[in-house]
Nanobody, 118 residues
Framework: QVQLVESGGGLVQAGGSLRLSCAASRRSFTSGTMAWFRQAPGKEREFVAAIRLSGANPNYSDSVKGRFTISRDNVKNMVFLQMNNLKPEDTAVYYC???????????WGQGTQVTVSS
């Protein structure tokens, strides 16, 4: 199985920034897609962002587009999520995922909590 370990979550005030990191096994980076999802209490898991192996043309949900940036470093086997201008509605557990494409994500991290206060 592919190992994914997230870090960087925490408590931040509205308008602040956080940078999430996901350390992956080398095999994860032979797959086509890395992605970030989030889940708030009482809500369904929500797509946040995805990036292909090349790093070109990443995809974002409308709710985070313009505020969040996904990137990857294939040498270090890591994927990142830079979150700027955070809002209270961004509060959730954020998960890193990997797979051949965004609908076939078979490997998931343990999640990291992001809390945005008003």
């Amino acid at each position: 199985q592919v190992q994914l370990v997230e870090s960087g979550g925490g408590l931040v005030q509205a308008g602040g920034s956080l940078r999430l990191s996901c350390a992956a096994s080398r095999r994860s980076f032979t797959s086509g897609t890395m992605a970030w999802f989030r889940q708030a209490p009482g809500k369904e898991r929500e797509f946040v962002a995805a990036i292909r192996l090349s790093g070109a043309n990443p995809n974002y949900s409308d709710s985070v587009k313009g505020r969040f940036t996904i990137s990857r470093d294939n040498v270090k086997n890591m994927v990142f999520l830079q979150m700027n201008n955070l809002k209270p509605e961004d509060t959730a557990v954020y998960y890193c995922a990997a797979g051949p494409n965004v609908v076939d994500l078979g490997s998931w991290g343990q999640g990291t909590q992001v809390t945005v206060s008003s």
